[in-house]
């Protein structure tokens, strides 16, 4: 494959739509990131990494930071985070309360944020402390020993999580939260609030399509959980445009309303793309146009 000459075309595709959208402005923090840049990496399984444009500017990695987590909490070996989240579709805003009331306090899937904020709980439980679990574990995909959360996004996104906050208290009166409401979300808005640049992203996405592999050889998960966390980024990881973008693109990926987009083809590559400014869903307008070329110009859709 020459990756090297899909990056052209995906370039060139791309550039028309960069800034088309509305950067996130619920978080305060994300609506000073100017709309008008993008990045498009791509790190392949046997470590080589083609970029293109703004690939060294951090963004929020906000909802991307669901998959890793949910792999963390995987990689446990036990399944009992089944009983507490369903792996369907939602159909409805990432943030939606209705389902949950309807639902018994039992989340859709892991990528929404009742499902998020439920695995964050788990991996809390799991570790003591799923920020420095996730800090570990993406500073070594990454190779970016300086990896951090961003206060100031963290903050903004406390201050103003009013809807998480009735998410995670709703859940709770289900007895579907373990920890103090409160201390789970404060490590779910500082896991959303994690500085990953676009070629950072892509890389520690190769734990997803090498099926469970680390960088450094070593297994994180099961195979069988890697092929599980595909297939849900596939179904549920662009919210309720998930049917959309199989259609359109027809790659496992998820969002972030940081503007990033992890797609990954299995066995072969990991995808990232960021443009901040998002579709009316919350995923990246550019991003998915860069996506949609990728997978035209490469063949690597998946279905
Ligand atoms: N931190 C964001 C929130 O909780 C994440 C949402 C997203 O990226 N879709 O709303």
Request: glycine share 10%; with cysteine; net charge negative.
């Amino acid at each position: 494959m020459d990756y090297q000459h899909v990056i052209e075309q995906v370039m060139s595709a791309t550039k028309p739509h960069v800034g088309e959208g509305k950067v996130a402005d619920y978080i305060p923090d994300l609506a000073r990131v100017n709309p008008k840049q993008f990045g498009f990496a791509i790190a392949t399984v046997d470590g080589q990494v083609y970029s293109d444009g703004d690939v060294d500017v951090p963004f929020a990695i906000e909802s991307i930071s669901k998959v890793f987590a949910l792999a963390l909490v995987l990689s446990k070996g036990d399944d009992k985070i089944w009983d507490r989240v369903r792996r369907e579709p939602s159909g409805l805003a990432f943030n939606d309360l209705i389902e949950l009331e309807v639902e018994n306090g039992i989340p859709r899937n892991p990528f929404i944020n009742p499902g998020a904020i439920v695995t964050a709980d788990q991996l809390l439980v799991d570790t003591g402390d799923a920020v420095a679990a996730l800090r570990t574990l993406l500073r070594a995909e990454t190779g970016n020993p300086k990896l951090e959360v961003d206060s100031v996004t963290a903050e903004s996104e406390l201050r103003t999580g009013e809807r998480n906050r009735a998410i995670a208290y709703l859940m709770s009166s289900f007895g579907n939260m373990v920890n103090p409401v409160d201390l789970a979300l404060d490590h779910y808005f500082r896991q959303c609030s994690f500085s990953i640049t676009c070629a950072e992203l892509a890389k520690a996405g190769l734990i997803i399509a090498r099926h469970g592999l680390r960088a450094d050889g070593s297994r994180l998960l099961e195979r069988s959980d890697a092929r599980h966390i595909i297939a849900l980024m596939a179904t549920c990881g662009t919210y309720d445009e998930a049917g959309n973008f199989a259609y359109r693109i027809g790659l496992p990926i998820k969002s972030g309303v940081g503007g990033g987009l992890l797609a990954v083809v299995p066995g072969k590559c990991a995808v990232a793309a960021w443009g901040p400014a998002l579709d009316p869903k919350g995923n990246s307008v550019s991003g998915a146009v860069a996506l949609e070329t990728f997978a035209q110009v490469s063949g690597l859709a998946v279905f």
